[in-house]
């Protein structure tokens, strides 16, 4: 089938291009687009590495077609941090408390802990681990992300406070 | 991995939908969620040549209660399921069953629709719907039908849907008051495939009596408890009747041997989680609510 149009708007910055419909979505934002921050794992929905944000929704970008997001309003890791000098809280504590070894996991792991923290600015460590347990990590064991989502939770709340 | 190529449509309303699934229905596939579809055309285990995607279809995208049901659109997400108030208060038993579906990244675009027309043996939606006895809305150019959960769900992946059908809405009855219910399931880890799933819902009146029992078990296809549901009723709620309605519903029931477990050990899982979900809904419902 011929190429289709699509126009989608990333981390407030509208992107377009011709798509076969057969192309992933993560691979439309990686390869077409150059936004590598998205990491693409199993290709089958299972480990998570290629969580984004579709319309405020986090979703695996290897589960859907670039042609099925177009017109739609998309945030991947590369949009987290507010500007070029500083970070997301979340990542501020990721660095500062060791919740990444290699890396390959964090931007989908990211995306995830930010949408737990709006729904659940509070979250336990038990609703922690059911939130993440979309999101496969082979180094961490997962302690120090916890340990680092509950610490960006704090740095947020105190922030919210001190607004 | 990459699917093999295929025709997109894009429809946006349910009769032009229909009209190309009439038109393409022996050679093409229709994408809800495509938290199953989509997997299995990466792997291209499914090559199909045209793809009617029906996410563009907010018409079908919809909770309601009418005439005393709950009526779910068939492109509403599980997730919209889940954080429903409608559907916590009245229906509790689904949101319960919704909360297992793998994680919250698919629940936030797998449907309703989608998880039952698929029909996959370990899904929590099919057993859900079996044990509140819904039944589902199926369309095509021609016709519109009513169909049971219990009649739907044919085999493995199968169901009652015709080639040129599609699942448009569930509908879903309202429960005794005071019902207690119960979704439980055992998996390798969170989010995995059910080995073993149970559902059930229990009515009390005011002597602690069942006066309502549903029961459904995970299977090639949903299946329905019926042995346990006639030891339940109109019995006094105890441990001990827990235990016989297990045990009783678990013998013979038809389980699959895999490499993930064996039907022995489905079978006996199953029984456990019936006991278990069985004393949960019973501590949940409120004797003497329903008359």
Known sequence: MSKQHVRIRINGREYQGEVEPRKLLVDFIRDDLGLTGTHVGCEHGVCGACTIVLNNETVRSCLMFAVQADGAELKTVEGLAPNATELHPLQESFWELHGLQCGFCTPGILLTAEALLKELPDPTDHEIREWISGNLCRCTGYQNIVAAIQDAAKKMEAARKSA | ?291
């Not at chain 2, 009209?19 to 990466?42: D, I, R, Y």
């Not at chain 2, 029906?54 to 889940?82: F, P």
């Not at chain 2, 009723?233 to 477990?261: M, V, W, Y």
Request: proline share 4%; charged share 25%; with cysteine.
């Open chain 2, 1 to 291: 991995m990459k699917p093999a190529p295929f025709d997109y449509y894009e429809p946006r309303t349910v009769g032009e939908t229909l009209t190309l699934l009439a038109q393409f229905n022996e050679t093409g596939k229709l994408l809800a969620g495509g938290q199953s579809l989509v997997p299995m055309m990466n792997m291209r285990l499914a090559r199909p040549a045209q793809v009617i995607d029906l996410n563009r279809l907010s018409e079908l995208d919809y909770l309601k209660v009418e005439d005393g049901e709950l009526r779910i659109g068939a492109m509403t997400r599980q997730r919209t399921l889940e954080r429903s108030v409608v559907v916590r208060e009245g229906w509790p038993l689904l949101q319960e069953a919704t909360r297992y579906i793998g994680h919250v990244q698919i629940r936030n675009r797998g449907t309703v629709g989608g998880s039952l027309a698929h029909a996959f043996p370990s899904a929590e939606l099919p057993v859900a719907m079996t044990t509140l006895n819904a039944s589902f809305v199926l369309r095509s150019a021609q016709k519109e039908r009513v169909v049971s959960a219990q009649e739907f769900f044919v085999d493995v992946m199968t169901t009652a849907l015709d080639s040129e059908e599609l699942l448009v809405e569930a509908r879903v009855p309202r429960l005794p008051t005071g019902t207690g219910y119960s979704f439980q399931e055992v998996s390798r880890r969170h989010g995995d495939f059910a080995l073993a799933g149970v559902a059930v819902l229990l009515a009390l009146d005011t002597d602690s009596k069942i006066s309502y029992a549903r029961l459904a078990f995970t299977g090639p296809t949903p299946i329905r408890g019926a042995k346990a549901e006639a030891i339940l009723l109109g019995q006094k709620s105890s441990e001990t009747l827990f235990r016989e309605a297990a045990q009783r519903a678990t013998e013979g029931l038809e389980q699959d041997s895999d490499i993930h477990a064996s039907a022995e050990y489905r079978r006996h899982v199953c029984g456990v989680l019936a006991r278990r979900a069985c004393a949960e809904a019973a501590a949940r419902a409120t004797p003497g609510a329903s008359r």
